[in-house]
């Protein structure tokens, strides 16, 4: 049993990305072929408002995994550990101005993350390597994901190998001299993610072809990385 919550307060991180994918990958290990048709133990649960993560499961043919929009339904998160046949929860969220989603200017994000947050597991927090993504990572983990005590790790996702090591150094760096806890899988830029969503497919759909085997690797390490390394 585990709830995982994808979170950074900067959009274009990769948190529906990730949760998406990685709720892709734990379905493909752990749901019974022989069990009902489209009965998975992992849920993929969106409380972004615009739900994008619900947007891109839509246009999945057969989606291995169970998804639902919930960031009206304080009730059903603050359950997140209990639902009836769920073993592993993925929370996509969605990322907010200032430093704390309760904010008035956030739409009530903030009860929906409160819920969230009070069941997590391990939070999961995707940075890009740029610089203008660590001071928003920054303050979601000292204003929100530290003064709560929960387990986190942060994700360096979308490094395009072609861009040289350069950028990815400088963004590993800029963690470790913060002292927060960094997955050792970086999932690499590929075009194949940028198109999932609007092609219908998850990372476990993508196909054969070098790259999409590559792209499927980083997500299956960074979720063995994750389950192994976390209770
Ligand atoms: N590893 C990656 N490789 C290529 N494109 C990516 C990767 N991660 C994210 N993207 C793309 O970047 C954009 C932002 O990602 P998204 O998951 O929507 O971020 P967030 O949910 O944090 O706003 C999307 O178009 C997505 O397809
Ligand atoms: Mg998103």
């Not at 919550?5 to 290990?29: P, R, W, Y």
């Not at 200017?105 to 940075?127: E, K, M, Q, R, W």
């Not at 890009?128 to 993504?133: D, G, H, N, R």
């Amino acid at each position: 049993m585990g709830v995982h919550v994808v979170m950074n307060q900067k959009g274009g991180v990769g948190k529906s990305t990730l949760a998406m994918n990685l709720a892709a990958v734990k379905a493909d290990v752990l749901t019974d072929p022989a069990g009902e048709r489209g009965v998975s133990p992992v849920l993929a649960v969106s409380i972004d408002p615009q739900g994008s993560a619900v947007w891109w499961a839509d246009r999945v043919a057969d989606l291995p995994f169970r998804i639902a929009q919930a960031h009206d339904d304080v009730g059903m998160l603050g359950r997140l550990r209990h639902l009836p046949g769920i073993d592993h929860v993925i929370v996509d969220t969605p990322g907010w101005i200032g430093d704390t989603p309760g904010a008035t200017d956030n739409g009530g994000t903030g009860y929906a993350l409160d819920a969230v947050l009070g069941s997590a597991d391990l939070v999961i927090v995707p940075i890009v390597p740029e610089p203008l993504a660590f001071d928003p990572t920054a303050r979601t983990i000292t204003k929100v994901i530290e003064p709560l005590g929960i387990p986190y790790v942060v994700v360096i996702n979308d490094w395009d190998p072609r861009d040289g090591r350069s950028d990815l150094e400088q963004t590993q760096a800029f963690v470790r001299s913060r002292g927060w806890p960094l997955a050792r899988t970086v999932v690499r830029h590929y075009k194949v993610h940028a198109r999932a969503a609007a092609e219908g497919r998850v990372v476990t759909e993508y196909g054969s072809s070098r790259v999409a085997l590559q792209a499927r690797e980083d997500v299956q390490r960074l979720c063995l990385e994750l389950e192994v390394g976390a209770k």
